[in-house]
Each structure stands twice: as C-alpha cells, then as structure tokens.
T-cell receptor, first 113, second 113 residues
C-alpha cells in the first residue's frame, strides 16, 4: 500500500541526547514536511523539502536538523539544543507546488525523560 | 495580525443531525483552504479542498463552503454518525509565500448515539 511510514511510534530521550525520527514515503512525492503538534497549538512547520538535496527551515527550525538524500526519505533529528522537545511529530508529503493534498504519517511521540 | 480561528469549544450533536464547523481568518488572501480529520494519536487525513474562486464543494455527506467576503469557511457533515467523532482541522494556503499552509487549532466533534 502507498503511504508514509514514521518510526518509531514512541521514543524517549534523555537530556542532552540527539534522536532521529524516520520518515519514508512510497507515494513518489517531491515535497516532504515535518510538523510538530502540541496540545492547544496548531500544527507548526519545522522543516520542509521540495526536492532531493534541498530543504528549507519552517517556523520553528531551531534545535532540529534534516536531510533529504533520497526522494522517499526525510529523517528529522531532534538535537540537544531543542529545549522543549516533548511533542507529537508528524511527517507529511505532497506533490510539488501549491494546491495539493498533504498526506500525513501516523506520527511519532517523543518524550524527554 | 494574521489569524485563523476555529470553534474552540467542542461540538456535541445527536446522531443523524448536521454538524457545522467554522473556520474564520483575518489578514490573509487565501488561494485555497483545506479540511482534515484527525483522530487521537494519529496523523490528519485530508477531506476536502476548496479554492478561493469556488463557493461550495461536496463529497458524499461532507460539504464545504468558502465566503471570501466574510472570510469564512463552513464545514458540514450531514446525517452525522458516531464514527464522525474526531477533531477537524482547517488549513489555509496564502496566495504567494510558496502557498505554505497555515493551520487552525481544530474543533473537536462528538456525535452521540
């Protein structure tokens, strides 16, 4: 089946550690996104990529990093510089250009312990 | 300032009735607006897209209207069912600015049997 796969579903991070969230899509989409969702707040864009080997910062990129070495993969690293990383992280993809449906993965819960 | 607002209070309706959810915006010039459904702990799922030059869109029991004069979109679910219970998000793509999506906080809908 076509879709977006995020892993792991649940992740615990110790203070000072970097963690990487995986996102893979087999929809042949050029554009991929990472969002963060917190209670009482809307989806906030962390990073997005419209083509392989290129990505742009979203609204809350500080403390995060990404790579786009392959069309189907867009991993997100939450670094120790992110002071409040506990949240629900959503990866998404779409066809390039505006006006296209965004397809989301099932999300990853990150908790700092 | 730019804002996109959805009903903050949860909406409770009886099965079989029509649910109407509201999405208001200020200081945006939307190219289009999308509606998504999100179940707890899962990623949003696309439902409908309406463009700024369209007044109404329908899909099965769903209907979306878009009034650029009132700066409002209404989302209707007719003959509602308990399975329609979820949070519904609206997302607006501003003209220009790479048509980045701006997300509302969502409205929680509960359909009671």
């Amino acid at each position: 089946d076509g879709g977006i796969t995020q892993s792991p579903k649940y992740l615990f991070r110790k203070e000072g550690q970097n963690v990487t969230l995986s996102c893979e899509q087999n929809l042949n989409h050029d554009a991929m996104y990472w969002y963060r969702q917190d209670p009482g707040q809307g989806l906030r864009l962390i990073y997005y990529s419209q083509i392989v080997n290129d990505f742009q910062k979203g609204d809350i990129a500080e403390g995060y990093s990404v790579s786009r070495e392959k069309k189907e993969s867009f991993p997100l690293t939450v670094t120790s510089a992110q002071k409040n990383p506990t949240a629900f992280y959503l990866c998404a993809s779409s066809l390039a250009g505006g006006g296209n449906t965004i397809y989301f993965g099932e999300g990853s819960w990150l908790t700092v312990v | 300032s730019q804002k996109i607002e959805q009903n903050s209070e949860a909406l409770n309706i009886q099965e079989g009735k029509t649910a109407t959810l509201t999405c208001n915006y200020t200081n945006y010039s939307p190219a289009y607006l999308q509606w998504y459904r999100q179940d707890p702990g899962r990623g949003p799922v696309f439902l409908l897209l309406i463009r700024e030059n369209e007044k109404e869109k329908r899909k099965e029991r769903l209907k979306v209207t878009f009034d650029t004069t009132l700066k409002q979109s209404l989302f209707h679910i007719t003959a509602s069912q308990p399975a329609d219970s979820a949070t519904y998000l609206c997302a607006l793509a501003n003209a220009g600015n790479n048509r980045k999506l701006i997300w509302g906080l969502g409205t929680s809908l509960a359909v009671n049997p």
